[in-house]
């Protein structure tokens, strides 16, 4: 395995850069749904599954509804200004052959959902999906799908924006991967290790465990930096979702297994760096084109669009561009000052305010409650240090 | 001489003993001339630059704090510090005059915790505009006649 090439961190760099994961962490955890939002969505789920299975209707005799998308890989993103999460759903109904013309489908389940009293009344025709507005938490939106004959995968087809065509796709198989994927655990240069171990402590505001994983981490805090990037951009040439996830899962697995790391951040960076090498460039129709391939089934391209809007693929590389320079900062940064800076830059005021504000709430209730203490190498704490001196209640004053 | 509730006034030595004895702030100084002096760093997280604090005491005044480096004025930028005095400039770690500090409190227990605690609320500051660390301004209680012995004391520092 390689080490990258670079200068070596000081112990004291590694604290920081540790603590800045930290508060990183702390933000994906506050972009992503609540338990309670996240339930409350699952029983809505199960419900819509359960009346439409209960259908007469032909078309929907074996129908199943499951999570796809970020809710379910575990990388949803609050959106900006809006309180509603995405909530994505297949229909699949894998009873039906593949003959059948993607509108009819796509109506059948419509229908069955205005058979509802209450999904009638919350019910929203989108191009391609249904949409259920629960309003102030999230929406489901619900795809139809049937099976593809022709994977061997087990995979599915969607119908094509204009609802002329099927599509392939295969969201549970890409689940599978990507939680393979994240479950991969990076390797640590040996320093790391024995500062974690010898500091137990060494995280200063006691906060919980790390459970999502790096990647599931990286691929939230990239969405939303991508938000914030393309905030007041009306061209709608964002990179989508899928895009950023697909990268940068094939980048996470490349790196993890090629590189020793120094620690979190340096996984982030580095997975962040590698994402454009895994955009294939194929030649379509004489010209170059682009190719993001869903690795789970045959002919499905998440980047059909950048070959068919020349303005696509430089919006990917001028963000990621500047992505990786601004993950770059953020490792850097030295004051918490200067981190905030970097932070609301990336991912907006808002989020960096009540992340950055419960830290140093966590700081002044520890002082009010006679907690807070000194002690050496992390300065201030509010864990039971072995060594360290308590902070005596004060008020500062001063002339101005 | 006696400190308040009994206890004795510490000696400069004895701030010296306890400041050097301290295993946790680091730091190295003398007594000089009826005068304290002792220099530390002090990075109040990992998060956080580490800034070189310079203590003076003598006895009688209360314990001076200044930042030598980084330039707090410079990282501010234009704006007006909060909870300093000025010229020079030096860190209002208490309220003079109170219990806060006294003669009979050990340095290395209060004054050097409590400059932990102005940096970190200074960095937040930096980044926000908005000091979270409390405190009080003269300006606060300028109508209250119970506080001359406060003045007072400011005009010693």
Known sequence: MNQILRNTLTDSDIRRRTQIFSILDEIGEDLDLTETQFERARQSYGAVGDWLSESTDSLLVSVSVYLQGSSALGTAVKPIGRREFDVDLICLCAGVASGIAPAVLKEAVGNRLKEHVTYARLLEEKKRCWRLNYAGDFHLDLSPTIANPFCVNRGELVPDRTLQEWHPTNPRAYKTLFDERAALQPTFIGKHIAMQRDEGTVEPFPVRETMKGILRRIVQLLKRHRDIFYENNTEDVAPISVIITTLAMQAYAYCVRQHVFEDEMDVLVETIRMMPHFIDHPILDGRRGYAILNETTHGENFADNWNKDERRAPAFYTWHAQALSDFEALRDAVGQDRLSLNMERSFGSVVTDRVLGNRVGAVSDGRKSGLLSVAPLIGLTTSKAAASISVPANTFFGDQ | ?157
């Not at chain 2, 003993?17 to 109040?44: D, H």
């Not at chain 2, 050097?112 to 003269?138: A, C, N, R, S, V």
């Open chain 2, 1 to 157: 001489m006696k400190g308040r509730g009994g206890r004795q006034d510490l000696t400069l030595s004895q701030q010296l003993f306890f400041l050097r004895a301290n295993p946790i702030i680091g730091g190295a100084g003398t007594v000089r001339a009826n005068r304290l002096t002792w220099q530390i760093s002090v990075q109040p997280t990992p998060l956080a630059r580490s800034y070189q604090a310079d203590i003076a005491y003598s006895p009688g005044k209360m314990p001076t704090v200044r930042i030598n480096e980084p330039d707090l004025e410079y990282l501010a930028q234009g704006r007006p510090l909060p909870h300093v005095y000025t010229n020079p400039l030096r860190l209002c770690l208490h309220l003079p005059g109170t219990e806060d500090w006294d003669s009979t409190k050990r340095i290395d227990q209060t004054i050097i915790p409590w400059i932990y605690l102005w940096i970190y609320y200074f960095e937040d500051w930096l980044g926000t505009d908005d000091w979270k660390g409390e405190g009080k301004h003269p300006e606060d209680e300028r109508e209250d006649p119970g506080n001359r012995s406060l003045r007072r004391a400011i005009a010693q520092s």
